[in-house]
């Protein structure tokens, strides 16, 4: 029995240093490209983030390794750890990260200035260029930062610099209901229909633009109109602009459309 337990333990002993080998061969000495693509696949695991040190370690200035390591991190909550890595990414390669990390600053931190700061600087790398940080349109975003900052005269310049960039038809339609509400903080509610209607224009289902017009039409005393658009911005509500990530700075709820309906009688 103890000569079997031997051989057990002398098996399990070859098994373990077999593994370790192979485990350090694949982290320090196969193809670079291989063990970057296994630990962005395997983001937030220790051995993800093990691999990541070794190749930085080998690849100390390489932005991409820094960027991949960060998103875990950010993803979990942990903004300290991740945009440490992420000012990395930046450092290394200002025009590919900048951009992220302002929209991270936006919808994730708040950090408002934080994030017109680096829109601007990444304006200035690219001069003949309009940016799509994350897929949005730069002038987009610089506008939800300054509406976030209660700047609304500047949130309106760049919302409607989005909507140039775009086009009429293609821009994103929150432009126009960012811009509803802008004129409506502003007293400016003929600007304001005016800017809902325009959401309204390119799709019924708009919610927020509907929710915009009954407060502006509430405002002003023309009630029989603003019965209407609370009823239809309750009957859209499910078409609502929604990220299971982050609140977005317009977004509405279900109790402001009861609250502003019980208010108004319906």
């Not at 919808?107 to 994030?115: S, V």
């Not at 708009?206 to 023309?222: F, M, Q, S, T």
Request: glycine share 6%; charged share 30%.
């Amino acid at each position: 029995m103890k000569k079997i337990f031997k051989i057990f333990k002398i098996l399990l002993t070859v098994l373990l240093a077999a593994y370790s080998v192979i485990v350090i061969g694949f982290l320090f000495f196969s193809d670079k490209e291989d063990r970057y693509d296994f630990a962005s696949h395997s983001q937030g695991s220790y051995l993800s983030q093990s691999m990541f040190e070794v190749l930085k370690f080998q690849n100390p200035q390489n932005d991409e390794i820094y960027f991949e390591q960060s998103v875990p991190f950010n993803k979990r909550g942990d903004y300290e750890k991740g945009f440490e890595l992420l000012n990395k990414a930046v450092e290394y390669n200002p025009r590919v990260h900048l951009g992220y990390r302002g929209y991270m600053k936006l919808r994730f931190l708040r950090d408002f200035k934080g994030a017109i700061i680096d829109f601007d600087k990444l304006d200035k790398l690219t001069p003949n260029v309009i940016d799509t940080p994350w897929g949005e349109d730069i002038d987009f975003l610089r506008g939800e930062a300054y509406f976030g900052l209660g700047e609304y005269e500047k949130a309106i310049k760049h919302f409607d610099q989005s909507i140039e960039n775009q086009g009429e038809n293609w821009a994103e339609i929150q432009s126009y209901v960012y811009l509803g509400i802008c004129e409506t903080k502003l007293q400016n509610f003929d600007k304001a229909i005016v800017s809902y209607n325009r959401a309204i224009n390119q799709s019924k289902y708009v919610c927020e633009a509907h929710l915009g017009l009954a407060k502006v039409y509430n405002e002003i005393g023309e009630i029989e109109k603003a019965k209407e658009h609370i009823i239809k911005a309750e009957e859209y509500f499910q078409y609502k602009r929604n990220d299971p990530y982050n609140e977005f700075l317009n977004e509405i709820y279900k109790s402001d459309i009861l609250t502003l309906k019980s208010n108004l009688g319906v």
